[in-house]
């Protein structure tokens, strides 16, 4: 699959969308229902370009058929990302340049992706720059492999405190099967369960670092290892709002279509809903949290609690796109509506 790696604005903006049908009752109280379970997630990319760059979009964009074909794309950390790869398509089949003076145009470009949901913290293959070994451990392309008395770690990863999914891949296993370091989780070890395959356990960090520890008796080979934050039971949004924002007052009545001067009109609930259009200006570390909530909640589907000056509501997001502006250093814009539900 070709490989998308050309160098955008550092400046752009992305969003996560997902889909949810909603029927109002004629009391104000609603039922919802998602449509999709896994979101979608575009990405919207400028492009300053000299005739050499322009020349390699516009090949790549005549290789891709526009929109037809999917390639992979790393949203890197330069770029305040994740560091994970998605496989992508176009946006568009349409590709939009505005010529400068001196060879020089400019060029958005979006991106589309179906995300899996899950809220990955990083995917650390085995050749990963960032892995640390120590021991009996060769590593080539594809894996590490160990024997005797070893280890791997990569270390600031985790945050203490805080539950993690971790997924683990491995073959060949002999002897005793490797097992977290006490300085890493509350687990003592994986135990006999963990055989060649897959495993996938949760654990609470105790420290930074992410370390595998290897007996003297064992040998094997990792070939992937996936850490994951969860973030579904965060029921609380403790996020703070910028002091200026819209507020609206909102009744639920009934009227006839057409206002003449015999109109019938039926009010349904005696106290208006509530709703709030909010702003967040975040670092990069708390837009992941603000967009893995977003992500808990599937969008308009689940309800939570919110706690507006001093007066706790039963609200939900009233929008299934959460949108980001990317700014320099990594910081992010988040503008997004919210409205009371009925208990």
């Not at 560091?83 to 020089?104: I, N, R, V």
Request: proline content about 4%; aromatic content about 16%; charged content about 25%.
């Amino acid at each position: 699959m070709q490989q998308f790696n050309f160098p955008f604005c550092e400046e752009y903006s992305h969003s996560i969308e997902f889909k949810t049908s909603i029927v109002r009752r004629f009391d104000g109280s609603e039922q919802r229902q998602a449509l999709n379970m896994s979101p979608k997630r575009s990405f919207n990319l400028n492009f300053e370009t000299n005739n050499e760059l322009r020349v390699s979009l516009e090949a790549f964009f005549r290789q891709q058929k526009g929109d037809f074909n999917p390639f992979l794309w790393c949203w890197d950390e330069s770029n305040f990302g994740n560091e994970l790869d998605y496989a992508c398509f176009l946006g568009s089949s349409k590709l939009s340049q505005t010529l400068l003076p001196f060879s020089y145009s400019k060029i958005p470009l979006s991106l589309a992706i179906i995300d899996d949901g899950n809220i990955l913290k990083g995917r650390f293959f085995l050749n990963d720059k960032h892995w640390s070994f120590a021991g009996n451990v060769q590593v080539d392309v594809q894996k590490a492999s160990y024997q005797g008395v070893s280890s791997l770690f990569q270390s600031g990863v985790l945050l203490p405190g805080k539950t993690y999914r971790l997924k683990v891949k491995t073959q060949d296993i002999q002897g005793l099967p490797p097992f977290l370091s006490h300085q890493t989780a509350i687990l003592p070890e994986f135990g006999n369960t963990f055989f060649e395959g897959s495993k996938t356990v949760d654990f609470v960090a105790l420290g930074a670092d992410l370390i595998f520890e290897m007996q003297e008796d064992s040998a094997g080979s990792f070939l992937e290892i996936a850490l994951f934050d969860i973030c579904n039971n965060q029921s609380q949004f403790d996020f703070q709002p910028n002091i200026e924002h819209q507020s609206e007052l909102i009744f639920a009545n009934l009227k006839d279509e057409i206002l003449t001067f015999q109109n019938s009109r039926q009010n349904m609930v005696e106290t208006p809903l509530r709703r709030w259009v909010l702003t967040f200006e975040f670092t990069a570390s708390e837009a992941q949290r603000f967009e893995a909530f977003f992500v808990a909640k599937k969008g308009r589907y689940k309800a939570f609690e919110w706690d507006y000056n001093g007066e706790k509501f039963p609200v939900r997001f009233d929008t299934d796109k959460l949108d980001q502006k990317q700014y320099q250093l990594g910081y992010r814009e988040i503008k997004i509506p919210i409205i009371e539900v009925l208990p």
